[in-house]
């Protein structure tokens, strides 16, 4: 079992960073995954990253924005966003799933609370 606890969401400006943390109880060879959700639409897969930190993937729309990484010493993945467009607006969620990422919400089967990101104009 691995709970997840998200933080670092905000209110911030087009064209600043915001970091976000997830925080994970119990073991720590899980990939994680992060997704998010704006009103309306469906969860998209934003990031992965396995368990190691050695393989990441991105979606298209935050490749070159967005970093995904990890501290398996503090149980914490992180995802540094830079350059925020109105667009990334959503609520961000983390999610595990043993050892592999994926980018299908479906795969992983434990999920933090979320976390909302405001991106103004």
């Known amino acids: 079992q691995v709970q997840l606890v998200e933080s670092g969401g905000g209110l911030v400006q087009a064209g600043g960073s915001l970091r976000l943390s997830c925080a994970a109880s119990?073991?720590?060879?899980?990939?994680m995954g992060w997704f998010r959700q704006a009103p309306g639409k469906d969860r998209e897969f934003v990031a992965g990253?396995?368990?190691?930190?050695?393989?990441?993937a991105y979606a298209d729309s935050v490749k070159g924005r967005f970093t995904s990484s990890r501290d398996n010493a503090k149980n914490t993945v992180y995802l540094q966003m830079n350059s925020l467009k109105p667009e990334d607006t959503a609520v961000y969620y983390c999610?595990?799933?043993?050892?592999?990422?994926?980018?299908?919400?479906?795969?992983?089967?434990?999920w933090g609370q979320g976390t909302q990101v405001t991106v103004s104009s």
């Open positions: 999610a595990a799933r043993r050892v592999l990422y994926s980018t299908s919400a479906d795969d992983y089967p434990y």
């Open positions: 119990g073991r720590t060879t899980y990939a």
């Open positions: 990253v396995d368990w190691i930190g050695s393989t990441m």
